[in-house]
């Protein structure tokens, strides 16, 4: 399936985030910057991650906020006051099967509306899993390399295991346990080609339906 969005043709791209909170805000944009530079119509071109304010606190309030956008996207002044081209909804598959639901829902019921959905199997922490040689050898400096206990989508806690096995080994690092500011310390690192080949069920599906997005106008 193609989704087509009414974008002009500018410079700047607008794109609205909905995600879990900090860790989230820091990792997403740079991989999903990887993604959209294969989009026609967007490329290089510079994209503002700030387009649209949503103050996370967890994924409870991501079906809400997504429910009201989707309305409003029918009504042209309101919508015209938002000014997104394209939002992105990430959250964790953990523990929110209703979320889920509830969000596909909404995005089936919501014609044209200009969003990507993806889903982090378990913890958005598999992504960076997902490319760990480059992140610790860019960050970390742990050497041997810790040999994961499974691969990154069947880790049943992600965020433990780089915690463990990395963040409190590493003596390159300030942190003792994983937290936001380590996350934007490691996001420029991770190749999203690399967590699309490891994580093919839910960074690949994310990566898919952006590879579907074109540019109208």
Not at 203 to 211: E, I, L, N, P, Y
Request: aromatic share 8%; proline share 6%; with cysteine.
């Amino acid at each position: 399936m193609v989704l087509r969005f009414a974008w002009r043709r500018r410079a700047l791209i607008r794109i609205g985030l909905l995600s879990e909170g900090g860790i989230d805000e820091a990792l997403l944009p740079p991989l999903l910057a990887q993604l959209a530079e294969k989009v026609p119509g967007i490329g290089t071109r510079k994209i503002d991650w700030n387009a649209f304010r949503f103050a996370p606190n967890g994924y409870g309030g991501i079906p809400k906020t997504l429910k009201v956008l989707s309305k409003l996207h029918s009504i042209p002044s309101e919508w015209g006051r938002i000014r997104c081209d394209l939002f992105v909804v990430v959250h964790d598959s953990r523990k929110t099967e209703d979320v889920q639901k509830d969000i596909r829902k909404i995005l089936k019921a919501a014609r044209d509306f200009p969003a990507v959905y993806g889903l982090a199997i378990q913890e958005v922490e598999a992504w960076v899993l997902g490319d760990i040689e480059n992140v610790n050898k860019k960050v970390f400096k742990i050497d041997p390399l810790p040999k994961l206990p499974a691969a990154p989508e069947r880790d049943k806690d992600p965020k433990k295991t780089l915690t463990n096995l990395f963040v409190k080994r590493s003596q390159a690092i300030e942190f003792d346990r994983w937290n936001a500011e380590c996350a934007r310390e490691v996001a420029p690192f991770i190749r999203a080609s690399q967590v699309q080949r490891r994580c093919p069920h839910g960074f690949g599906a994310m990566a898919q339906s952006f590879s579907c997005v074109r540019l109208c106008g």
